[in-house]
C-alpha cells in the first residue's frame, strides 16, 4: 500500500485555503487544487510498503515523544522548486517551525534506523494546496494574501494514499496523539 506520515491540520484551516485556491483559480488555469480533505503537512512519503511494515512503523511512533501540541501559523503562498517553474504551490509556515523541524528530526532518526531514507533537500514544513499540470511560471499578481487563523497541531497521522481517477483520497491507518500543554 502507498503510504505517508503527516501533521494534521485543523478544518478551518484547510477551509481557509480552499478560498485561496478559488481566488487564485480565477487568474491560474493549468493547477489542480488539493482538496481540504488532502491538506496536511508531510513527514515523511513512503511510497508503496507492507502491512508489516506499516505495524513496524507504528511500533517505532509508540516510542516518540511524548509530543506537545505546537501552535502554527501561515506565512505566504510560494511554490516548489520556485515561482519561475513550479510543479507546487503551497502555503508555507511561519509560526511553530523549528518545534515542526524538530518533532520531524527525531521521527526521521527513528526511521532512518528502520532503513528509510532521510529526504536530501532538507525540510520546509509546508501545505501543498495546488499541482501545476503543466509548470508556468507564478505571477505576483496571481497570488492571495494569507489570512488563515492561527492553528494547533495536536497530531500526526499515518495515511493510506488510494490513487483514484480525480486524485489520491487517504485512508487515516493510526494517529500519535499529542499531549495538551496546561493552561496557567
Not at 17 to 27: D, E, F, H, N, Y
Not at 63 to 80: Q, R, W
Not at 119 to 129: A, D, L, M, S, V
Amino acid at each position: 500500500m502507498r503510504c505517508f506520515l503527516a501533521f494534521e491540520i485543523p478544518a478551518d484551516v484547510k477551509e481557509c485555503l480552499a478560498g485561496v485556491s478559488r481566488a487564485m483559480a480565477k487568474t491560474m488555469p493549468g493547477v489542480r487544487w488539493v482538496k481540504p480533505e488532502g491538506q496536511h503537512i508531510t513527514i515523511h512519503f513512503f511510497g508503496e510498503i507492507s502491512e508489516e511494515k506499516v505495524e513496524e512503523i507504528q511500533d517505532v511512533l509508540k516510542g516518540c515523544g511524548p509530543y506537545e501540541k505546537v501552535m502554527a501559523s501561515l506565512k505566504a503562498v510560494d511554490a516548489f522548486p520556485g515561482k519561475k517553474r513550479p510543479r507546487v504551490i503551497v502555503a508555507t509556515l511561519d509560526e511553530g517551525v523549528d518545534i515542526i523541524r524538530s518533532i520531524y528530526h527525531d521521527i526521521v532518526d527513528r526511521l532512518t534506523a528502520l532503513g528509510y531514507e532521510e529526504e536530501k533537500r532538507g525540510y520546509t514544513p509546508h501545505i501543498t494546496f495546488g499541482r501545476m499540470k503543466i509548470p508556468a511560471p507564478i505571477l505576483e499578481r496571481d497570488i492571495v494574501r494569507l489570512e488563515c487563523p492561527r492553528f494547533a497541531i495536536d497530531r500526526i497521522v499515518f495515511f493510506k494514499s488510494i490513487l483514484g481517477r480525480e486524485g489520491a483520497t487517504y485512508e487515516p491507518l493510526f494517529t500519535v496523539h499529542f499531549k495538551a500543554v496546561p493552561q496557567p
